[in-house]
Structures are given as structure tokens and as C-alpha cells.
């Protein structure tokens, strides 16, 4: 006798939490410094702050996305995307622990243009560390069939959604890898879950902007000058991004589109900058340094 509906959507969704725990439980495995397992755990809570603050309609939005990635209603994600959110927030740097890139984290000072060219490939190797650690395809290597029903397993899926992030939440306002946009399923699968994209890449210039990183020589505490900042890096990003052909230049276009949007609400906020500043001070401490 088959399952009713209800009844294999809450399996499904009992299989999507025990996976995101089991892959939780690598990360005491990888060797993080100290300064990016806090930054980590910062984007992982303030994205999900960020979802929390926005109005309704785009929360219904992001959450249709979650439900459609993993084949869950919509009803049921509310249940696992705090912790999806930590999740994603804990792998989205990894690849800042790569031997060639890990010293970078923190040098003292402005970086050169190889220094800034080596860093920004920690997205690339972010990915491919995940992808590496839990055994699963690269987008570029699923078949249609893999993008469309990534429920083929519940670690799978989740681990390629950990991978693609890692590898785009600088494509806006950072604008780099563009190179990755080549290859038509990581375009697909990037139009699939562009607003949860947005999320993250806001939450890690957020968190970016508000604490203290040793290779570079600011330390911004107020959000008029903060939003000013990831305004002005779009703005160049904007630029890079004409440089794009087709449907390279459309995905961008579409993901710059969602940022800015929620970007807006942000910025409309009045009580936001105290819960950042709040969260904050919970996973660094009140007297970080300037």
C-alpha cells in the first residue's frame, strides 16, 4: 500500500534534516582558522536575520524556492531553514582553507592584485572542496534530468546547493567567477534559487563590512557607510558584467535584480542594523577590535 501525500512529504522532510545533520557533523573535520569559523557561523545567522526582516511576499518567494529545490510544499520549509541557513553560512568559505589561500585570511595590509586574484579563488575552491568531501557531482556534470529532480538523495542535493553558493555569492557585487557561467546547468541551476543566492551574497558583505579583517585597513560600524560600500561594489560589479555575452549576461542581470531588491528592504529598515549589530556581539564579542 503507497504512502498518502502527507505522509511521504513528512519522510521526505525527516530524510532533509538527517542529512543536513550528517553533513554538519564534517565540520569539525575541516580546519578553519578561528576568524572564518566565526565569520562562517555570522553569514549562516545573518542570512537567515536577512530572510526574517523581509516582507511576506519575498519570504514566500524564497521560500517556494527551498520547497522546489528539494520537492517539499512550501508549508514544510519553515522546518528546516534555520538550520539549512547555518548549514550553507558554515560551508560558504571553505574554500578559504585551501594551503595556497589559507595564509591570506590573515595578512596584514591591503592585498596586490595577485594576492586580491588568489583570494577571490576561494569560491572555485570552495565548491570544489564540498563537492570533493561529500562525493557528488559538480552542476556541470548532472545530466537535465539530476537538475529537475535533485531529490535523487536528500545529501546530494543539499551538498550541490552547499557548492553552488560557495562558488556564487561574490558573482554580485564581487563579480567574479564569471568564467563559471559558461556551462548552461550552473546557469540553471543559479535561475533556480537566485533569491536564496541574493540572501547569502548580502549577508557575507554584511558580515564582510562589519567586522574586523586584517587584510584590509577599515573597520565600517556605521550602515549608512556600510550600504554605501556594497552599493559601490555592485555598481563596479555592473560594470565587469557588460562584458558578458547572452545568457551569461541575463543570469547576472536576473541576480543583480534580486540583490538590489533586497538590498532596498534592508536599507528601509530601521531596526535591522541594531539585530546585526546584536548578532554580532553574540559571535565575536562585544569588544572586537577595530
Known amino acids: 500500500m503507497l504512502a498518502n501525500p502527507e505522509t511521504r512529504q513528512t519522510e521526505h522532510l525527516v530524510n532533509i534534516r538527517s542529512s543536513i545533520e550528517e553533513l554538519s557533523n564534517i565540520l569539525p573535520e575541516i580546519e578553519f582558522d578561528e576568524h572564518t569559523s566565526k565569520h562562517s557561523t555570522y553569514v549562516g545567522k545573518l542570512a537567515y536575520l536577512i530572510y526574517k526582516r523581509l516582507p511576506q511576499n519575498i519570504r514566500n518567494i524564497i521560500r517556494e524556492e527551498v520547497a522546489n529545490y528539494f520537492e517539499i510544499d512550501p508549508t514544510y520549509v519553515e522546518m528546516i ?64 534530468h ?24 561574490h558573482l554580485v557585487p564581487g563579480g567574479y567567477p564569471f568564467d563559471i557561467l559558461v556551462n548552461p546547468s550552473t546557469r540553471i541551476s543559479i535561475n533556480r534559487i537566485h533569491n536564496l543566492i541574493a540572501v547569502f551574497t548580502l549577508a557575507d558583505q554584511l558580515a564582510a563590512l562589519t567586522e574586523k ?7 565600517i560600524d ?7 560600500k556594497i552599493n559601490s561594489n555592485t555598481d563596479k560589479a555592473k560594470d565587469k558584467a557588460k562584458k558578458l555575452n547572452g545568457r ?21 529598515d530601521g531596526e535591522f542594523f541594531n539585530h546585526l549589530i546584536t548578532l554580532k556581539e553574540q559571535i565575536f564579542g562585544k569588544h572586537q577590535e577595530k
Open 248 to 268: 551569461s549576461k541575463r543570469t547576472i542581470k536576473n541576480l543583480r535584480k534580486r540583490f538590489k531588491k533586497i538590498l532596498g528592504n534592508i536599507e528601509n
Open 146 to 169: 539530476e537538475l529537475i529532480n535533485p531529490k535523487i538523495t536528500n545529501k546530494n542535493a543539499i551538498a550541490r546547493l552547499l557548492a553552488l553558493i560557495a562558488q556564487t555569492h
Open 222 to 228: 556605521d550602515l549608512d557607510e556600510v550600504l554605501e
Open 81 to 144: 531553514i534555520e538550520k539549512l541557513f547555518d548549514l550553507i553560512g558554515n560551508f560558504h568559505d571553505i574554500g578559504k582553507t585551501h594551503p595556497e589561500i589559507s595564509p591570506l585570511v590573515m595578512y596584514k595590509g591591503k592585498f596586490n592584485d595577485e594576492q586580491r586574484k588568489l583570494m577571490e579563488e576561494h569560491t572555485t575552491s570552495g565548491a570544489e572542496a564540498i563537492i570533493e568531501i561529500t562525493k557528488v557531482k559538480p552542476p556541470e556534470q548532472l545530466s537535465l
Open 213 to 219: 579583517r586584517e587584510y584590509q585597513d577599515f573597520k
